[in-house]
C-alpha cells in the first residue's frame, strides 16, 4: 500500500462545490487502495479576508495573534473537506498542524518547520481514515504557540508530511497545469515540463517562478520526496519534481511506458528547462564606495542587520572617481526603505557618496541542468536580448542558471526573446543544441 | 489583585467597532488593578455561517468535523480582541479552549467539562497579560480531539474558569441589562432583578429564562463563584446571582452602600422572585395504558432509550375506560417526532391504546425562594391565570417554583397576569405579602 499526499490550494477549494469535487478526487485514490493525506489550505480568499479584519481592529497587530487569527482559515477548510468526503461514505478525520506534529520554531507568520511528529496522522491511516492536516500551520516547540509557516507554507507542509511518513510521492495540487518553461501569460508558446530534478526547480523557484516556493523544493530534495504538481481543474498529468524516475503506479496506466521514454527523451533533450522572472525586485546602487578592503562587508552588514535578503551583487569600479567604487544589488521592493533608511544612517560611518534606488527594474533567469556540459548558452542569451534590443543592467550566474537584470517594461520582450531562442516555443520540434566555446 | 473573568457574546463582538468598544471595556478592569481574564463567542452571526457551510457540503455532517469546524469561530474573535487590547498599549494573548486547559468528555456538540487545568493562563497572568480564551470549546480528554460545549457553552466556559482561577466574580456580558422578573418583551413592566440566589436563578434557566443557561448556574454554584449578569451596552449594574454577599470592589465607587442597603431591602421583599415562560416544549399524551404496576416504567424507558429529556409527567384515570390511565409529559418540540415514533414501536409491547401529539403549548413558571415560607402563593397564581381566562393543562411545582402548562396562544396572558398578580410591575411599590394557608 503505498502513501499519497495531496496538497489542495485556496482555489481548488473556494467553495462548497470545489469542495465536493475535491473530496471525489481524493476518495478516488483511496478506492485505488492507497493512503490518503490531504494538506488543504484556506478556502478562496479567506486568508486576506481574515488579513482586512485584523486591520480593521489594529493597523500593526501582534504576530502572535495575526498567526492564531490566520490559521482559523485552515480550520475551516479542513473541517468541511472532511465533511465533504464522509458524505461520500468515506471515513476522515481533519487535525490542526499542532494536532498534525507540525513542530515550528517560534518565528510568527514566517515559521521554520523543525520537526514533523505525525504520530495522529499515522493513527488515523492505520484506522482507515482518510487524513486532512491543516497546511501553513504548526506548533512553536517549546512554548507551543500556534505558528504560521508564511507563503508557501501549506506546499511545505505537504513535502514536509511525505517526508516523515514516508510517502511514495507529493501530489501538490494547482490552478495550473504544471511548472511551464516560461509564464503562459507573457509567452504563449510555452511548454508543460513533464519532469524536472530538484536543484533545476529550485533554480526556478529562486528566480520567481511561482507554481512552488524555494522552500518546499529545498525541502523535497532534502528528503527526496517525489513531487508531483499539477491542475486540480484537469486529470492531465503534471509536472514531476524529482531526480529519480517517476514512480511507475502514478503514471497513467494505458500510457506508463510510452510516458517514460518520452520522459527520457525530454531529459536528453532539455539542455534549458525554463525561463523564469521576477518583477519583485528592486535595485540600490551605493555611488562613491572608498575602494579599500572592508567596506563591502560594512554595507552588507549594514543591510543583513535589517534582516533583509538580497539577491544579486555587482561591483564596478568608479569610472568618475579614481579610489573610488560603486556597488549594486537587489533586494526585494517590500524591504526598499528599510535599506535605504538603515544605508543613510550609515552613511557617514561608510563614507559613501550617496545611494540610488531604482524599482522599476525586472529580472530574467534561464535555468538548466545541461548548461553545465554544454558551452555557449550565455551567448545565445545575450544575442537574443541584444536582437531584442533589451539592454542588461546586471548579470548573476550559478553552475545551472543565467540572470539579468533589464528594465521592467522590457522584461516580457526579454523572456519571449530567451523562450524562442532556446527553442522552448512549443511549435518547435526540437530544443536547440548547442556547440562552440565558452559559456 | 483580584481576578476578574469576564465572558462576551457574539452580539457584543458583532464586527470590528464592537470588538474595540469591548476591548475598551476590558482594559478598563486592568487599568482597575484587576487580573483579567476574558472569554468571548464568535464574532456576531459567524457560527450559523459555518453551519451553513457545513450543510452545503454534507446534510449530515460529522459531529468532530463540526466541532472542528464551528471552533474556528471563537478563534478568529478571540485573536481579534487580543489584537484590539494590544492596539491600545496592553498584552493580551489569545487562547484556544484546548490550550486553557478546558477539558471535556467526548460527547461532540454537547460535551460536558470534566476538568480545567489553566496552567498556561495563570502564567499569561503572571507575566501581566490579559487572558483572551475562546469559549464554547475544549479538548476531549484521552484522543485529544476538539470539542464544542453546545448552548450556553461560552458561558459555562466563563465560570469553569472562574472557578478554576478562584476568582472574584465572573461578569457575563450580554445583551440585556440582566436578569428580568418576567421577559420585558410580553411584560413591559418587568424589572431588573438585582440580586438573586444560584437555586432560584436554577429553576429560572430551567423554566425558560434564556439570559442564562442551566448547566452554567449549576456550576456556579456548585463552585461558589458570583456571577454578574450586565449589558455590554450600558455600565449599569446588572443581576448577581450568588448566595453570598456581592463583593463590594464590584459595586459602583460613589454609591456601594446604598446599593447594599437598596439589595438588602429587595432581598426581604422578594417572595416571588420571577415568572419564566418556555415555549421550547410539546406535550405527549399517551391514552389508555393498562393501569398496572411498570407500564409507566416501560414507557419512560423508551422514551429515555432516545436521549430525550422529558419535563413535566401526568397520570391520570381515563375517564373513558376502567382498568386504563392517560399518562401525559412533556418533551423539547425537537424531539417530538423521535419520541413518537418510538413510543410506536413499542405500542404492541406496552399495550396503550394511542399517543397524542401537542406542540401547541406553552409553560409559565413562577420562582421564588420566598414561596417556602410564604403560603399562598399557589392560589394567587391560579386566581390570576383564571380571572385572565387562562386553562390551565398540567402543573407541577417544587420546593421554590411552580409551573403550569397553558395553550400556547394564552401564554402571554398568563405571564402578564401572574407577573401582576405577585406585585413585580414596576409600577408597584411594594411586592405582595401572603397570608393565609396552603400553597
Chains 1, 2 share one sequence.
Not at 461520500?88 to 506534529?101: D, K, N, P, V, Y
Not at 537587489?330 to 559613501?352: Q, R, V, Y
Request: hydrophobic share 40%.
Amino acid at each position: 500500500m503505498s502513501i499519497v499526499v495531496q496538497k489542495f490550494g485556496g482555489s481548488s477549494v473556494a467553495d462548497a462545490e470545489s469542495v465536493k469535487r475535491v473530496a471525489q478526487r481524493i476518495v478516488e485514490y483511496r478506492q485505488a487502495g492507497h493512503e490518503v493525506v490531504v494538506v488543504v489550505s484556506a478556502m478562496g480568499d479567506s486568508t486576506d479576508d481574515l488579513i482586512d479584519l485584523a486591520q480593521q481592529v489594529s493597523p500593526l497587530p501582534p504576530a502572535r495573534e495575526l498567526d492564531m487569527l490566520l490559521t482559523a482559515g485552515e480550520r475551516i477548510s479542513m473541517a468541511v473537506l472532511a465533511m465533504a468526503i464522509a458524505n461520500l461514505g468515506f471515513e476522515a478525520q481533519s487535525f490542526t498542524g499542532s494536532q498534525a506534529g507540525v513542530i515550528t520554531d517560534e518565528q510568527f507568520g514566517k515559521a521554520r518547520i523543525i520537526d514533523v511528529t505525525p504520530g495522529r496522522i499515522r493513527s488515523a491511516l492505520d484506522d482507515g481514515n482518510i487524513a486532512i492536516v491543516a497546511g501553513f500551520q504548526g506548533v512553536s516547540q517549546t512554548a507551543k504557540n500556534i505558528t504560521t509557516l508564511g507563503r508557501g507554507g501549506s506546499d511545505t507542509t505537504a513535502v514536509a508530511l511525505a517526508a516523515a511518513l514516508g510517502a511514495d510521492v507529493c501530489e501538490i495540487y494547482t490552478d495550473v497545469d504544471g511548472v511551464f518553461t516560461a509564464d503562459p501569460r507573457i509567452v504563449s508558446t510555452a511548454r508543460k515540463i513533464d519532469e524536472i530534478g530538484f536543484e533545476e526547480m529550485m533554480e526556478m523557484a529562486a528566480s520567481g517562478a511561482k507554481v512552488l516556493m524555494l522552500r518546499c523544493v529545498e525541502y523535497a530534495r532534502r528528503y527526496d520526496v517525489p513531487v508531483h504538481v499539477r491542475s486540480s481543474f484537469s486529470r492531465k498529468q503534471g509536472t514531476w519534481v524529482t531526480d529519480s524516475p517517476v514512480p511507475e503506479a502514478f503514471l497513467p496506466a494505458r500510457s506508463a511506458k510510452a510516458a517514460e521514454s518520452e520522459t527520457e527523451s525530454t531529459m536528453e533533450q532539455a539542455i534549458i528547462s525554463g525561463v523564469a522572472h521576477d518583477r519583485s525586485e528592486a535595485k540600490v546602487t551605493i555611488v562613491g564606495v572608498p575602494d579599500i578592503p572592508g567596506k563591502a562587508a560594512e554595507i552588507f552588514k549594514t543591510i543583513a542587520g535589517q534582516e533583509i535578503d538580497i539577491d544579486m551583487i555587482v561591483q564596478n569600479i568608479s569610472t568618475r572617481e579614481p579610489g573610488k567604487t560603486d556597488i549594486s544589488f537587489t533586494l526585494p521592493k517590500t524591504d526598499g526603505s528599510k535599506a535605504i533608511e538603515a544605508l543613510d544612517a550609515a552613511k557617514a560611518k561608510i563614507g559613501f557618496d550617496q545611494v540610488r534606488y531604482d524599482d522599476q527594474i525586472g529580472k530574467l533567469s534561464v535555468v538548466g541542468a545541461g548548461m553545465r556540459s554544454h558551452p555557449g548558452v550565455t551567448a545565445t542569451l545575450f544575442e537574443a536580448l541584444s536582437d531584442a534590443q533589451v539592454n542588461i543592467d546586471m548579470i548573476s550566474t550559478s553552475e545551472i542558471r543565467i540572470s539579468v537584470v533589464t528594465r521592467a517594461d522590457l522584461l516580457d520582450d526579454a523572456v519571449r526573446a530567451a523562450h524562442a531562442a532556446y527553442g522552448l516555443d512549443s511549435d518547435e520540434d526540437e530544443a536547440v543544441v548547442y556547440g562552440g566555446t565558452g559559456r
